[in-house]
Nanobody, 121 residues
Framework: QVQLQESGPGLVKPSQALSLTCTVS??????????WSWIRQPPGKGLEWMGA???????YYSPSLKSRTSISRDTSKNQFTLQLSSVTPEDTAVYYC?????????????WGKGTLVTVSS
């Protein structure tokens, strides 16, 4: 059973960078053919796929967030990390990590519980 757990600060100030880590257990992030995604859901809105890192280390980003988003990984810790720069209150959301069968956010089968990040001064 694959399990994912998000971690990071719950409060970030405007213009700063948001950094979240997803720790994976029960499976390796280097397992062939899987992708590891970040998804967010602002209050009262739908899910938004932000980007993913493949088993190979290749990264994929949503065009609307590409200029501010970076996803990396630490294979020794079986973790992958999201960095979102220059945040605004509109980036307030529950952030999820998930295992994905595709690099486009359409085949997630295992999800973390999510972590709320509030952008406020």
């Amino acid at each position: 059973q694959v399990q994912l757990q998000e971690s990071g600060p719950g409060l970030v100030k405007p213009s700063q960078a948001l950094s979240l880590t997803c720790t994976v257990s029960g499976g390796s992030i280097t397992t062939n053919a899987y992708f590891w995604s970040w998804i967010r859901q602002p209050p009262g809105k739908g899910l938004e796929w932000m980007g993913a890192i493949a088993y190979s280390g290749t990264t994929y980003y949503s065009p609307s967030l590409k200029s501010r988003t970076s996803i990396s990984r630490d294979t020794s810790k079986n973790q992958f990390t999201l960095q979102l720069s220059s945040v605004t209150p509109e980036d307030t959301a529950v952030y999820y990590c998930a295992r994905d069968a595709s690099p486009q956010g359409v085949g997630m089968d295992y999800w973390g519980k999510g972590t709320l990040v509030t952008v406020s001064s």
